[in-house]
């Protein structure tokens, strides 16, 4: 079957070859996708339908990019070809699994001299049996450009059909297939550990904890024996959450009111994990009563108070883990530090994010100072998730991407990793499904030394009491 398979392709190859110029090329384009189908169906190649068609696209855009720098170079003769070629890339694929498999452990040049002396010689043969007309003076650059083209292209071709890192790669820089839940189900399959019932059971606080990741989050550890407290200004939900489960307690608090939470911090137990989870996003401009944001004045002003009250009334055991949940929102946006304190164009995803990324950097800082070092405090991001709190926040958004949204058990799992891993993640570094990643796009996104410095300054002005 598979000796067949190869003879199929050859004859298509010729009769694409030897009749392009007689037939319409959307006939070749037509019989060229029924062979990519068919062969799926009939093969069961080992990469998954995505990967398949992810592959098709590659090598037609691929495909086009050759034929375009041809016909801009002037190397055929004018009218003499029309895309003609198209047909053939989309069952080059096809090839692959019963041919091309054996070039995949071989060192990168030589796969690269193998298609540059394959490709131009298969479009030496095209030119030769009329499928493209090159003058003679012309051969030579006709030659080394499909050699070149061919010696880029076919290694790296090969890395993405069949070396997975490098197709998890290429998906996580595309944001989209990495931040859904597609990108946790690829991401999970290299996760070494699993978190079980505990003999010791740490006490351990979250806050925004009675909706969304936050409620997962304190659910799944109380689930494992852990002693959790959960904030939150919902008190009918944070009931509800009580009785679901004896290890878990629920404590109103509103993060935005700095003496409810120094109250808070004095009156806590010793705690050995902390997750700051509470966040929203107003849909207008409000103010807590030291006319601070409210997005600030809770999520990061809230948070970095009430772990400084912590530690200073000794509420923090030695060792701790403090987890400071951000957001992949926050990887386009530079810290904008007077919109933090001064927000005079209110925008609540903007603000949102400037927040997020204000959190990050804050995080980066508190890991340099010896003060805190007997802590390990990070950040971390959970992807895109569907939670209440964000069909509410951005609708349209949570509508386009319903199907693809992870759950909340998928949105929390870095955190539960974070606080319970043996592997001790490391202060100020952001984690992203239980990997270190950076919080950074491009340097233009980095802080500047002044800009962390004035952040700190102004964080410690706010402070009461």
């Known amino acids: 079957m598979i000796v067949g398979k190869i003879i199929l392709l050859q004859l298509f190859w010729f009769a694409v070859v030897l009749y392009s110029k007689s037939v319409p090329l959307a006939v070749f384009i037509l019989i060229a996708l029924a062979l990519f189908a068919g062969d799926y169906i009939l093969f069961r190649p080992k990469v998954s339908a995505g990967r398949f068609l992810f ?39 096809l090839y692959y699994e019963v041919i091309f498999k054996k070039f995949q452990d071989l060192p990168t040049w030589l796969v690269s001299v193998i298609g540059g002396i394959g490709g131009a010689m298969s479009y030496w043969s095209a030119a030769k049996l009329g499928a493209i007309v090159i003058a003679p003076e012309k051969e030579n650059a006709y030659l080394l450009f499909q050699f070149i083209f061919w010696a880029a292209f076919f290694p790296l071709s090969v890395k993405m059909y069949f070396k997975e890192d490098y197709w998890n790669s290429f998906l996580d820089k595309t944001i989209f297939f990495s931040f859904d839940k597609t990108g946790f189900n690829r991401h999970q399959k290299k996760f070494d550990e ?4 505990v003999k010791n059971p740490k006490k351990i606080l979250v806050t925004g904890g009675t909706g969304g990741i936050g409620e997962q989050t304190g659910m799944t550890l109380a689930e494992l024996g852990h002693h959790v407290f959960v904030t939150g200004r919902n008190q009918q939900k944070g009931a509800e959450l009580e009785r679901k489960s004896e290890n878990l307690k629920f404590i109103s608090l509103d993060m935005s009111d700095w003496q409810e939470v120094y109250e808070f911090a004095r009156k806590s137990e010793i705690l050995e994990g902390i997750v700051f989870n509470a966040g929203g996003m107003p849909e207008k401009m409000t103010t807590n009563e030291n006319g601070v944001e409210l997005q600030c004045a809770s999520q990061l002003l809230g948070h970095y ?161």
């Open 194 to 197: 699993s978190f079980y019932p």
């Open 55 to 93: 592959l098709l696209m590659l090598f037609v855009i691929s495909g086009l990019i050759n034929d375009v720098l041809l016909l801009s170079l002037n190397i055929p003769v004018l009218g003499s070809y029309h895309y003609e070629s198209l047909p053939l890339w989309i069952i080059f694929p």
């Open 305 to 465: 108070y009430l772990l400084y009250w912590l530690k200073k009334f000794h509420k923090l055991k030695a060792g701790a883990r403090v987890v400071w949940v951000s957001s992949g929102g926050m990887y386009l946006k530079e810290l904008n530090i007077e919109s933090l304190f001064h927000n005079l164009n209110y925008n609540k995803v903007d603000t949102y994010a400037n927040v997020k990324r204000a959190q990050v950097t804050l995080v980066e800082e508190l890991a340099k100072s010896p003060e805190w070092g007997d802590f390990f405090i990070v950040s971390m991001h959970p992807g895109w998730v569907g939670t209440d709190g964000l069909k509410e926040a951005l609708p349209g958004f949570y509508r386009f991407m319903k199907n693809r949204l992870r759950n909340a058990y998928e949105g929390a799992d870095t955190i539960i990793w974070c606080l319970l891993s043996e592997k001790l993640p490391q202060s100020g570094k952001f984690y992203f499904d239980r990997k270190e990643v950076s919080p950074y796009i491009s340097e233009k996104y980095v802080p500047t030394a002044a800009q962390r410095k004035e952040l700190l300054q102004r964080i410690q002005a706010l402070m009461p009491l």
